[in-house]
């Protein structure tokens, strides 16, 4: 007679199903990080992330080394005046929507770089989601609109959020 013994691994990939069947879920589209300038140290992240399942969720961090991450929204006080502020439990994606990381919005802030971006580079950043858990994006490093490089999103807004390069428009 045959006995089934399920392995560690076996049932350690089990416990991580729920997780990456979640993560399934997600859609990402266009990740990029804009550098202000190589002095300052500070950098913008944006993406699109859709949520395609049927459980909301939640971008709750962002983490890569070398760097302090931040979520944050940038808004406009009644007088005109525009401020960031940090978003500490995050961002919710309802189903069927979509979260949009974007210049002069909710952004990802990347503070005390060890080195600055470059135009062209590749920078792998964890996003961390309340249900999907860890899920791995490559973002790629263009400029500011205006300023040359391997990508433009200068249609995303124009260039006035103080060092941060990103728009308050």
């Known amino acids: 007679m045959f006995k089934f013994m399920p392995s560690a691994a076996l049932i350690g990939a089990l416990f991580c199903?729920?997780?990456w069947a979640q993560a399934q879920d997600l859609s990402f589209d266009t990740p990029f990080i804009i550098q202000a300038s190589p002095m300052s140290g500070t950098a913008g992240g944006f993406i699109?992330?859709?949520n395609t399942g049927e459980t909301p969720d939640r971008l709750v961090a962002v983490?890569?080394?070398g760097a302090t991450v931040e979520l944050h929204e940038s808004l406009q006080d009644a007088d005109g005046v525009a401020r960031m502020e940090?978003?500490?439990d995050g961002?919710?994606?309802a189903p069927g929507e979509t979260l949009r990381l974007a210049r002069g919005g909710k952004h990802i802030m990347f503070v005390d770089l060890d080195a600055p971006f470059r135009p062209g580079d590749a920078v792998d950043v964890t996003l961390v989601f309340e249900t999907a858990g860890e899920v791995p994006v490559t973002f790629e490093v263009s400029?500011?609109?205006g300023m040359g490089g391997?990508?433009?999103h200068g249609s995303m807004g124009g260039d006035a959020h103080?060092?941060?390069g990103m728009s308050d428009k």
């Open 17 to 19: 199903l729920p997780a």
């Open 48 to 50: 699109e992330i859709t």
């Open 63 to 65: 983490a890569r080394d």
């Open 86 to 88: 940090p978003r500490p």
């Open 91 to 93: 961002f919710p994606i």
């Open 143 to 145: 400029t500011p609109s």
């Open 150 to 152: 391997t990508t433009d």
């Open 162 to 164: 103080g060092d941060h």
